[in-house]
Each structure stands twice: as structure tokens, then as C-alpha cells.
T-cell receptor
Framework: TQLLEQSPQFLSIQEGENLTVYCNSSSVFSSLQWYRQEPGEGPVLLVTVVTGGEVKKLKRLTFQFGDARKDSSLHITAAQPGDTGLYLCALQRGYGQNFVFGPGTRLSVLP | DTGVSQNPRHKITKRGQNVTFRCDPI?????LYWYRQTLGQGPEFLTYFQNEAQLEKSRLLSDRFSAERPKGSFSTLEIQRTEQGDSAMYLC???????????????FGPGTRLTVL
């Protein structure tokens, strides 16, 4: 059973378009992290969210943590080819526990 | 460069051979994690250390896998009698876990890509 689901699995858009990707869990978790990973490299942390309803912005990226702390979304405004990559969410169920990753959303932004 | 480093970056081996990977975490990070990632999937947790103590090991991890962090700094992951199904990217991450912080932030290395022929 997949603890974390991410949708869509694949997304291909044109430069300048907006997009939203989602991360959903059947369980409540204490914190959630979003990463971007490029081929042949390790994931790079984008943001950590810990409070239900929290919204964080990182330039053109907006991250939202659901009120019930079971879901999260990542919205990218005016996507650029440099945004291309695998977007992963990871949850930590409690302090001191391991992290569980979702399967990722593979984004391709075409020039 | 003070990030997480992993060696080797690539390893090709024949089935049945033993392999060992090394991870050097960010200095003073007390936690070190190992993950395995196959094509098209997210990283899968294998094990993690707090200082030199191995606190958790995935039930998916067979007894052919062993990890150590002898002095609470670098770590090694050994796979004995490799199988073709072991082919994957092996990722290491480190973090500084602070109790009052409630969560810790992982920083990943570039990974070691293992190919078992």
C-alpha cells in the first residue's frame, strides 16, 4: 500500500504556463518536505512545512500544507525549462522517525 | 565543498560479488540515512543512524545488506552476494536533528549508481 501518493505522475507543459502538483497521504504527519531531483543526482530540498494550513513561497514556487496535515500542493507560476525535474514529497510521521517518499511527479517544461 | 559526498559515483559488478559504498555526511550532522532509488520511483528508506547507533532498519532490507557508522562520522553500506535486483541508485542523506525543532531536514549526496550484471 502506497503511504504517499503524488499526482500527476507525469506533466509536460510549455514555458510560461502555471502548474500544480499534489501529494496526499492517508495518515497525518508531523512534517512534509518537497524536493527536486535531476537525473543522476540526489534530491535537493526545496521546503519543509510543519504547520497545518501553512503556505510558503520560494520565488515562483508556492507550497501549501493542508489543514489536516495529510496533503500538500506545489504550485509553480510561469514555469521555465530550468524547473524540469522529478518533484518528490517526503513525510516524517514524528520526530525521530524515518522519512517516507512519494513516487514523484516528473515535470518537463518545454521552451 | 561541505555537502554530503558519496563514493564511488558508479559501480558495475558481477552477480555474486560484494560491494561497499561510502558516505561522508555534512560535518557535525548527527543523523545519517541510506536510501535506495530505482528508475521512476522515489527513494526507499533502508536504514538510519543517530551518531554511531543504527536506530532503524527497513524490513525490506535483506540480511545481505549491512551498514555501519563506526565513529559517528562517515558510513559504509555493504551488499554481499549481489543480485541483479540490487541494481539501483543508493542515496545517502544527513541531518542535524534537534529535539525541540520537531523535524529534521535531510541533505542528500549525489548517490552511487550500482549496476549488477
Amino acid at each position: 500500500t502506497q503511504l504517499l501518493e503524488q499526482s500527476p505522475q507525469f506533466l509536460s507543459i510549455q514555458e510560461g504556463e502555471n502548474l500544480t502538483v499534489y501529494c496526499n497521504s492517508s495518515s497525518v504527519f508531523s512534517s512534509l518536505q518537497w524536493y527536486r531531483q535531476e537525473p543522476g543526482e540526489g534530491p535537493v530540498l526545496l521546503v519543509t512545512v510543519v504547520t497545518g494550513g501553512e503556505v510558503k513561497k520560494l520565488k515562483r514556487l508556492t507550497f501549501q500544507f493542508g489543514d489536516a496535515r495529510k496533503d500538500s500542493s506545489l504550485h509553480i507560476t510561469a514555469a521555465q525549462p530550468g524547473d524540469t525535474g522529478l518533484y518528490l514529497c517526503a513525510l516524517q510521521r514524528g520526530y525521530g522517525q524515518n522519512f517516507v517518499f512519494g513516487p514523484g511527479t516528473r515535470l518537463s517544461v518545454l521552451p | 565543498d561541505t555537502g554530503v559526498s558519496q563514493n564511488p559515483r558508479h559501480k558495475i559488478t558481477k552477480r555474486g560479488q560484494n560491494v561497499t559504498f561510502r558516505c561522508d555526511p555534512i560535518s557535525e550532522h548527527n543523523r545519517l540515512y541510506w536510501y535506495r532509488q530505482t528508475l521512476g520511483q522515489g527513494p526507499e528508506f533502508l536504514t538510519y543512524f543517530q551518531n554511531e547507533a543504527q536506530l532503524e532498519k527497513s524490513r525490506l532490507l535483506s540480511d545481505r545488506f549491512s551498514a555501519e557508522r563506526p565513529k559517528g562520522s562517515f558510513s559504509t553500506l555493504e551488499i554481499q552476494r549481489t543480485e541483479q535486483g540490487d541494481s539501483a541508485m543508493y542515496l545517502c542523506a544527513s541531518s542535524l536533528a534537534i529535539i525541540l525543532q520537531g523535524s529534521d531536514t535531510q541533505y542528500f549526496g549525489p548517490g552511487t549508481r550500482l549496476t549488477v550484471l
